[in-house]
């Protein structure tokens, strides 16, 4: 499959007063044409600095690039001027975020809100612009778009607004959509709404999407790909299927089954990954995951182990993973 | 919305009303009255001139009179000055104060939330330093002070620029320079937290990724919001501007309204002193008003919120 | 980089035994703790400019207090020989048209206008806790009453009652007293300080700790006295450094409006307004000089004000 997007060896660090936080350490993946890739993992395990990384939307300083590429369509973004990344923003890649209700402007008419991008980037007059935030209303089905483009922002509801920035992000029929925990904050009725629209969407204009989330429901529901990240890095990275059926990395099996089923018994406890991921400003020498992991063994304290290749699209980055490991393989709970 | 504009309209009424009448019975609870002063006159003279004015009825008959004259706009006559009443001085100096005061808030409204705006975008940097340097000798230095050393130090060196007086547009210069420091001051300051706080906001973001310009995130997104709370102190800083002028008509003799009321006071002069008072507060509560009301039509938000009520 | 772990050889059986429980630990906190008000200390501390008013004020008090007695003139003597004599050795800031020193008017000025300013400040600090604490305890319908009247009273032009109740208190000529200029400067200016108590009082209100004190059986007074006025500190602290110099300026304003302190008593604002005639003759020095103190307390206050303010922000924390 042919590579639309490809990190490298991306390392994002904060500087804040107590030092550096390295929020993001050394990440490789990609996403291929028309391919929906989940980034999953715990709140501050580096996913949505990873997002905002590709737009460069951190706010520098504090936050700064220490190593890395990030190509798009075989160009470097990262070396990008400014101008140069203000024609892929909201043209080429455009992002979702996660939370509808701040995500507006308040004092701006939703049309004007949708179609402010495309009008800068494809020159539109005042009347196809307005023709067109319709248009676009119209696709993520809200009701009476003729009135709804004049209306303001408090005006909607959640889930309306979480459509409008779907159109906000779709207007300009981008090849990259960037969804930042797009459903978190919205009903669960709604969240499923959304995700049918965002999938539908897709099939029309075919493009790729990068969903940032910590909900596994959705990432079964949409995604082709699934990359587990945890405290700044990732690892394991795999195919739906493989991720869901056959996970390699315990903390990857620890997120699933700290997934409530329908099939649980009443008295059965609902499943949590005890403790906190460690705190970036200092980050572990070894595997990030050793004070929270079950199997963990001696050599993990003071070794991140490599990644290990399943096969083509299925790797994963644990010591388990080594011959010598597999004695202790039977004691896993 | 009718609503809480009728509730808006009947409070500045009652604060209106509370003014006036504190304004009354202050200037009556002076000891003696206004004409003992004036050397011995003969008796009949003396009573005549307290029927004049009504100063011989019971507090709360005068009381009542003065509130029926007031609603007819008649804000009664100077004790001290024999051709003029208090309605005359007010035509005569509220155009010169109003029209030096809206200099003065020109400046302050051009300059004030753009020093704010560029100190917040150069957030520690040098235009930030020199913006808020501006802002805190504008809030440190009184009026007057700024004032005096306008005179010192322009007016004395630069030759058409004159120490005072008033009739060209050269003479409103400094004194409107002097008198608009202190709210520029309070917009630039308030502009900065303002702004600092919006472009922390979600929606800034989005419009980053929209991959329109800086200057336009800026502009359309990130100033459109952050003035509204400027605006809504828009009220309380004409009220500064309306009490900087008293001191600035003072230090510059600019025959405006200010002039009347600090002659007024150093004549005692009480119906003068009283009429000058509570139309400035009349002023002042209609301006609070119509920015109240200004702002609701601003902000698209407060329509919805209202009428939710 | 995707190379088979396996391969990696020459590692000792032993590493891939079970981890030791003591190495670890995931709730480990590794960032060093910050207590608050130590925190608010070192922040302010960084803010150099809110260092310099401090300085300035610290300096100010003592001066205000101990400052007449570096030389030997007083306030109220007059020197006809001496009148209108620029700053030299003798008279380090001149003197005025009267002959008097003015280094010792303006420490004496300097006293004034700082006693005004703090207790104006006590005052409403008192007042508002009290009316806004009561507000904020208070059931809704009072509650609201209350935050109308007060209102009510913050819509009266601040400057304009200081004005009045000046000129109806004080006899033609002498000067306002003391307590008339306290009673007027404070007549409005506690309501912020109510409003904010209050909008503090119902925001802890409702807050975990409030709630866990009342069920445990703990009175409205006694969680309004331990919890809710400790918490409230912050902000009531940054609006009393910027009560102290509103304070001062409208003494100021009122000194030069004649209807300051009773003579031969005089505060910085008097100062000036009796410096204003030099100007003319070329004496500017005495309405600078007593303007440049006036400038510099509220430059102190104010910049103070502003840097207790940053550092009592939790979202500016770093």
Not at chain 2, 127 to 155: C, E, H, K, N, R
Not at chain 3, 281 to 305: D, K, T
């Amino acid at each position: 499959m042919e590579k639309l997007l490809e990190v490298k060896n991306l390392s994002v660090s904060f500087k804040t007063f107590f030092g550096e936080v390295e929020a993001v350490r050394n990440i490789n993946f990609h996403v291929g044409k028309s391919e929906t890739v989940a980034i999953v993992g715990e709140s501050g395990c580096g996913k949505s600095v990873t997002a905002n990384s590709i737009m460069q939307l951190l706010p520098m300083p504090p936050a700064f690039f220490k190593s890395g590429e990030i190509i798009f369509n075989g160009e470097n973004l990262l070396k990008k001027t400014n101008k140069e990344m203000q024609s892929i923003r909201g043209n080429e890649i455009s992002m979702v975020f996660q939370d509808p209700m701040t995500s507006l402007n308040p004092t701006m008419k939703i049309g004007k809100q949708i179609v402010e991008g495309l009008v800068k980037h494809r020159k539109l007059s005042s009347s196809e612009a307005k023709e067109k935030a319709i248009e676009m209303l119209n696709l993520v089905a809200v009701p009476q778009p003729e009135k709804r483009v004049n209306q303001y922002p408090h005006e909607f509801s959640g889930g309306m607004r979480q459509r409008v920035m779907i159109a906000l992000a779709m207007v300009s029929n981008p090849r990259l959509l960037i969804a930042d925990e797009p459903t978190t904050a919205l009903d669960v009725t709604v969240q499923a709404q959304i995700l049918e629209l965002m999938k539908e969407i897709q099939k029309k204009l075919d493009m790729s999407i990068i969903l940032i989330t910590h909900d596994l429901g959705v990432v079964a529901e949409m995604s082709d790909r699934v990359i587990v990240m945890y405290a700044g890095q990732i690892l394991e990275e795999g195919t739906s299927d493989e991720i869901f059926t056959d996970p390699k990395h315990p903390y990857t099996k620890k997120l699933l089954s700290s997934v409530p089923r329908l099939d649980m018994s009443r008295n059965e406890p609902l499943f949590s990954i005890e403790g906190t991921p460690p705190d970036l400003y200092i980050p572990p020498k070894g595997c990030s995951f050793y004070d929270r992991c079950d199997n963990a063994m001696k050599i993990c304290k003071d070794n991140m182990p490599d990644f290990d290749r399943h096969n083509n699209t299925h790797r994963s980055r644990c010591w388990l993973n080594h011959s010598m490991a597999q004695s202790t393989e039977g004691s896993e709970v | 919305m009718s609503r809480y504009l009728l509730k808006r309209t009947i409070m500045s009424i009652i604060t209106l009303w509370t003014i006036v009448t504190i304004t009354f019975f202050l200037m009556h609870s002076i000891p003696g009255d206004p004409f003992r002063k004036e050397g011995k006159m003969p008796v009949s003279v003396y009573e005549n001139l307290l029927k004049k004015y009504g100063l011989d009825r019971p507090l709360s008959e005068q009381y009542v009179i003065y509130l029926k004259n007031l609603l007819k706009g008649d804000f009664g006559d100077s004790m001290k000055s024999k051709v003029e009443t208090v309605n005359d001085m007010i035509r005569r100096g509220f155009p010169v104060s109003a029209y030096l005061g809206l200099e003065a808030l020109l400046i302050a409204l051009v300059f004030g939330p753009a020093l704010g705006a560029l100190a917040a975008l150069y957030q520690n940097k040098l235009p930030d330093y020199i913006s808020m340097i501006i802002a805190i000798i504008g809030i440190s230095v009184p009026s007057f002070i700024m004032g005096t050393v306008l005179i010192q130090f322009v007016a004395k060196n630069v030759s058409w620029i004159p120490i005072g007086g008033w009739g060209e547009f050269r003479h409103t210069i400094l004194p409107a320079i002097a008198l608009s420091l202190m709210p520029l001051a309070y917009m630039a300051r308030l502009m900065r937290s303002s702004m600092l706080e919006v472009l922390n906001q979600d929606y800034i973001k989005t419009a980053t990724s929209k991959g329109i310009s800086k200057s336009a995130v800026i502009l359309k997104h990130a100033v459109r919001n952050a003035i509204l709370p400027i605006i809504s102190v828009l009220g309380t800083l004409i009220s500064n501007l309306l009490v900087g002028s008293f001191v600035i008509e003072k230090i510059f003799g600019i025959p405006g309204l200010g002039k009347f009321f600090v002659q007024s006071i150093n004549n005692r002069d009480y119906t003068l002193i009283m009429g000058t008072t509570i139309f400035y507060a009349i002023i002042l509560i209609v301006l609070l008003l119509l920015v109240d009301v200004a702002y609701i039509f601003i902000d698209p938000r407060i329509k919805l919120t209202k009428e939710g009520r | 980089m995707d190379n088979n772990l396996s391969s990696i050889k020459d590692l000792s059986p032993d590493l891939f035994q079970p981890a030791l429980k003591e190495d670890r630990d995931s709730d480990r906190i590794r960032r060093p703790s910050i207590k608050y008000w130590p925190d608010v200390w070192r922040r302010l501390k960084q803010n150099r400019l809110a260092m310099v008013g401090l300085s300035i004020i610290i300096i100010m008090l003592f001066m205000s207090i101990f400052g007449p007695l570096f030389n030997k003139f007083s306030y109220y003597e007059q020197n006809y020989d001496l009148i209108n004599n620029h700053p030299d050795t003798v008279h380090w800031f001149g003197t005025d048209e009267l002959g008097r020193d003015l280094f010792t008017r303006v420490w004496f000025g300097a006293r004034y206008s700082l006693i005004i300013g703090v207790l104006a400040a006590t005052i409403d600090f008192i007042i508002g806790v009290i009316y806004g604490g009561l507000s904020g305890m208070a059931t809704r319908r009072i509650d609201n009453i209350m935050m109308r009247i007060a209102e009510v009273v913050y819509s009266i032009p601040y400057l304009l009652i200081v004005i009045l109740l000046s000129v109806a208190f004080s006899s033609e000529g002498a000067g306002t007293s003391m307590f008339v200029l306290i009673l007027a400067m404070t007549l409005t200016d506690w309501v912020p300080m109510a409003i904010l108590v209050r909008g503090q009082v119902l925001q802890l209100k409702e807050s975990e700790y409030s709630l866990a004190a009342e069920s445990l059986g703990a009175s409205k007074g006694w969680i309004l006295r331990k919890h809710i006025i400790p918490n409230t500190m912050g902000p009531i602290l940054v609006n009393i450094t910027l009560t102290i110099p509103r304070a001062i300026f409208a003494e100021a304003t009122l000194g030069f409006l004649g209807l300051g302190f009773q003579a031969p008593r005089s505060s910085l604002g008097s100062l000036a307004n009796d410096g204003l005639a030099g100007i003319a003759v070329g004496n500017a020095y005495q309405i600078i000089i007593p303007a440049l103190f006036i400038s510099l307390i509220m430059f102190a206050f104010n910049v103070l004000g502003d840097g207790l303010r940053d550092a009592l922000d939790p979202r500016l924390r770093k």
